[in-house]
């Protein structure tokens, strides 16, 4: 009977310095948590945001040279038309660059616009083949990445992550919609003339639809 209440006597002593000993164990660690953590002042060289990929930014510095070198290889319509019925491929080596699902040109017109709907126009260009339509998305939403990948100057691999490269065609988009679209008339383009410099990639042959970088209604 003296041996059991022994036993039964020392059971809490040892319970409470188990309590103890975990509760040391969990102090020491949240001191150390304390001392591992550096408090950053935002927009410090530490903080992690400054080097993050802004797309807007992007889009404002790179769409100006992107434009200009789509205005340097642009071929005027018919000529493209001629050289992708003779040869698609060589056509597409020739004046394109390599797209997911088909070269991507750029090309200029002049021609008169048709109907439109949702943003998107026809236009009547002399000299294209019969069947061959052309139309131009005006906006105010712009579909595509043909203007991110028209030069070959961008690619994947200058970005961190897909969400970023998505962005940046997204960006460049957007510029368009800014410079060369804020000021149009959509009400009023049907049955004018305009002049166009743009990108377009081919899926179909037969249509052409084209992202403007450049657009003057006579």
């Given amino acids: 009977m003296g041996a059991q209440l022994e036993i039964s006597a020392r059971r809490p002593f040892r319970l409470r310095t188990s309590a103890c000993v975990w509760t040391a164990v ?10 591992d953590t550096k408090a950053v002042r935002i927009g410090s060289p530490e903080d992690a945001r400054v080097d993050a990929f802004s797309a807007e930014a992007y889009g404002k510095k790179a769409f100006a040279p992107i434009r200009a070198l789509i205005e340097k290889a642009a071929v005027d319509a018919p000529m493209l038309a001629q050289a992708l019925a003779v040869d698609k491929a060589a056509a597409g080596e020739t004046y394109g660059k390599p797209g997911s699902v088909g070269p991507i040109f750029p090309v200029r017109f002049t021609g008169t616009v048709g109907e439109g709907r949702a943003g998107i126009f026809t236009v009547v260009v002399d000299g294209l083949p019969q069947g061959l339509q052309l139309r131009v998305q005006t906006g105010p939403a712009l579909n595509g990445t043909e203007v991110r990948d028209a030069t070959g100057t ?22 368009v919609k800014a410079q060369v679209l804020g000021t149009l008339d959509r009400d009023t383009l049907t049955g004018k003339k305009v002049d166009v410099i743009g990108v377009f990639q081919l899926i179909n042959p037969s249509s052409w639809l084209v992202t403007p970088v450049r657009l003057g209604v006579q």
Wanted: proline share 0%.
């Fill in 154 to 175: 961008v690619a994947f691999g200058q970005f961190t992550n897909q969400i970023d490269y998505q962005d940046a065609g997204s960006a460049l988009n957007n510029e």
């Fill in 26 to 35: 969990l102090l020491l660690l949240c001191v150390a948590m304390v001392l």
